[in-house]
């Protein structure tokens, strides 16, 4: 057991947890975050935040609780913050400034082939057991299938918002400022994979 929950799956990186903890304490305040977190038997998450990769379960555990405990529209909005929050840190402290520079210093579509190169590196930090294709073009089309945000149960809206937000961040920062990215498919509305699409 890891975190009162059992071990399956791929694993991913803490940020999926530790982002989210943050960013609903920011919103509904301790007494809330600790009851949607004890509802996914992630509790002891937030008293011990994990400093290494987590069991994928936890993170389709953890959204699975929140969209439960506040509904899908408010849940979303928080894992878009957590989503941002993440971005923040990847910029700070897991991407190179030497490359962040060079992105930066080229033109955007080079910058994206760069930063798509090196998001399908890692994709098994975020995506877990999941598969990242993408797509040049434009749009600019990414996709996950399989991941664990998604498989936290069916849905009448896109609920990754933590992948939207995270990529958002990155492609605003290090490609184009005016870069959205929106989820056009969603497997939580039945779709075969996530699709994001990419324009600046």
């Known amino acids: 057991m890891d975190g009162g929950v059992a071990v399956a799956g791929g694993r991913i990186g803490p940020n999926a947890i530790t982002r ?33 990769m987590v069991p994928e379960r936890e993170v389709t555990l953890l959204h699975r609780s929140a969209r439960e405990a506040l509904g899908t529209a408010h849940a979303t909005q928080l894992a878009r913050r957590a989503g ?17 520079w060079l992105m930066r210093a ?68 290090l490609v184009n400022a005016e870069a959205e990215v929106v989820e056009t498919h969603c497997t939580a509305m039945g779709a075969p994979s996530c699709v994001f699409e990419v324009r600046w």
């Open 106 to 173: 080229l033109p955007a579509p080079l910058a994206a082939r760069l930063l798509v190169a090196a998001i399908a590196r890692h994709a098994w930090t975020f995506a877990g057991s999941g598969r990242f294709s993408a797509r040049h073009g434009n749009p600019l089309v990414l996709e996950i299938a399989g991941g664990p945000i998604a498989l936290a149960g069916p849905a009448e809206q896109p609920v990754c918002d933590f992948y939207t937000a995270t990529f958002g961040t990155l492609f605003r920062a």
């Open 20 to 52: 989210m903890a943050e960013a609903m304490r920011h919103s509904i305040g301790d007494a809330r975050t600790h009851a949607v977190f004890a509802a996914a038997g992630l509790e002891a998450r937030l008293d011990h935040p994990p400093a290494a």
């Open 84 to 100: 941002m929050l993440t971005g923040q840190y990847l910029l700070a402290h897991r991407i190179p400034k030497p490359a962040q």
